[in-house]
């Protein structure tokens, strides 16, 4: 799908993955993540359990409020306090709500929000900013900078800037060509 892709994220750098529909973002994170193997290359990746992967699914409980939803992943990672991710993501007036009422945009923001209450470090991020509204979007940038401040990586598709001072790679140069198999006529690939 994609062939020649090189590149190296430090602690405290972002990477920003552009290219159209199907170019292969989602393929590549998921990969990243080790949520599926490359068919060729290497990904090196220091240490697997400081990564936490967002993908499309915002991967919250609907009967849960939103802080218990918060809570929840909290102590599967070893953390207790939830209160500055609340505010950081403005959910704070929301806490209480069953987040099986809470429109598209706050599902997003508490579904990101799931993110910083891990403590992981390096962050894989699919189309962050789906339903999120101008002023959301801006939050959602905020803490990805202050992630990114405190030593933390991201690599994140997206097709909208979240006004982050980062390294986009444009992925649309480095889409595989068909090969031709053994044995088989280029016709049938
Ligand atoms: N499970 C699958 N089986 C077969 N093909 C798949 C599968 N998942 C994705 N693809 C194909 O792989 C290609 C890359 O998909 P991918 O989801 O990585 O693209 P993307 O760049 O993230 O697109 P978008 O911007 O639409 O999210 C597409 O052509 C897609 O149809």
Known sequence: MLEGVNFAVAPGEAVVLTGPNGVGKTTLLRTIAGLQPPYDGKIVVPDVEAMTYAGHADGIKAALSVAENLMFWA???????????????????????PAGQLSAGQKRRLGLARLRVTGRTIWLLDEPTVSLDKGSVDLFGQVVRRHLAGGGLAVIASHIDMGLDVRVIDLTPYRARAKVARGYDEVFL
């Not at 306090?81 to 704070?92: H, K, Y």
């Open 75 to 97: 102590r599967v990672h070893g953390q207790r306090d939830i209160s500055g991710t609340l505010e950081d993501f403005a959910l704070t007036d929301l806490a209480s709500r």
